[in-house]
């Protein structure tokens, strides 16, 4: 009897019921594209800075290489060794030291788009794929930051014997990596 009334005069509630149903299935199919889409994109960056810290690392022990193979043509083999762990633990203690200036920085306070606030219904599928984003990000940097900080933590309280039989270890792969040439 209300619809019969409404629709006499000019409203058809099925119809704005439909409309309103149509456009909440159009806006989550939007909504539910997009996150895909950024974590579709985010993988890839992921994947791509896994293939790029592995190449570097390549280059880094080719470089390693070179340098062993240059100081010890002209100076002998444990001087090639002296100046390669010589670079690594220059190149370890300041990796070391901004990893723990990092851990001590204070955070700045999240911004008001990441701390719950109403938004938009058009700007929600947006924030949604931001906040997905952020937190992945965080939970990367505080893996890593915790791993930092463990492994400086160990070497920090590890005795000196471990210490000095992994630099043996270090210097035994130099040497065994100087002979197969």
């Known amino acids: 009897m209300v619809a019969t009334i409404f629709r006499l005069v000019g409203i058809d ?13 159009e806006f989550k199919q939007r909504t539910t594209d997009e996150i895909r889409s950024t974590v579709a994109s985010i993988g890839i960056t992921i994947g791509l800075v896994v293939v790029a810290l592995f190449l570097l690392a390549l280059t880094v022990v080719v470089g390693l290489v070179a340098l062993y193979l240059w100081v010890a043509q002209s100076n002998g083999a444990f001087a090639g060794l002296a100046v390669v762990g010589t670079v690594t633990l220059v190149a370890a203690a300041l990796l070391f030291t901004i990893a723990v200036n990092r851990g001590r920085r ?29 937190q992945l990000t965080e939970s ?33 792969v130099g040497i065994i990596l100087g002979r197969r040439r």
């Open 106 to 134: 204070k955070r700045s306070p999240p911004s008001p788009d990441h701390q719950g606030m109403a938004a938009p219904a058009a700007n929600s599928g947006t924030l949604m794929a931001d906040r997905l984003k952020q």
């Open 13 to 25: 509630l099925q119809r704005q019921f439909a409309r309103l149903k149509l456009e909440a299935e």
């Open 140 to 172: 990367a940097a505080g893996t890593a930051s915790a791993a930092l900080d463990s492994v400086a933590d160990a070497i920090r309280k590890s005795p000196r014997n471990a210490v000095f039989a992994t630099l043996a270890a270090a210097a035994l």
